[in-house]
């Protein structure tokens, strides 16, 4: 597993730890990083979970908004990130179209564009830490492998 393939969010962290593929001091090190860097660079975000077919992220959403596919859950629920102005945007659209969606209780776009400026920084830390091979099989998050 290569340090580029490393997910950052706190599930993958729990797997890479669980499998041996971090141990728990540099998981600990990592999501207390990322946490500081998110603070320091990153604007405020928003993420939405949304109650219906995913074709809403094209048909709709991807057209007028930056807002961008976080995660696909299940068939009828899928995840969208992004800065807090453009899922305002996302809200008011999915309200005219009475689609059911939830805002999740975070402060940044997560599995977006809107934490890409912490990324530099946070691959800093990333190179102060060992990568061990995987102790038990791992699916990544990051390529779904």
Not at 101 to 108: A, Q, R, S
Request: hydrophobic content about 40%.
């Amino acid at each position: 597993m290569s340090k580029d393939s490393l997910g950052a969010s706190l599930g993958e962290y729990v797997s890479l730890t669980l499998s041996g593929v971090l141990t728990l001091r540099d998981a600990l090190k990592l999501i207390i990083c990322q946490a500081i860097l998110l603070e320091k660079y990153c604007d405020e975000g928003r993420m939405l979970t949304i109650l219906d077919n995913p074709d809403i992220w094209d048909n709709i959403l991807a057209k007028h908004t930056r807002c961008e596919l976080a995660a696909h859950n299940y068939d009828n629920c899928f995840v969208v990130a992004g800065y807090k102005d453009e899922t305002d945007i996302a809200k008011n659209l999915l309200k005219e179209e009475k689609i059911i969606y939830n805002e999740l209780p975070v402060e940044f776009g997560f599995h977006s564009y809107a934490v890409d400026e912490r990324r530099e920084a946070y691959m800093e830390v990333v190179d102060t830490i060992t990568i061990n091979d995987p102790q038990i099989p791992i699916l990544s998050s990051v390529h779904g492998e």
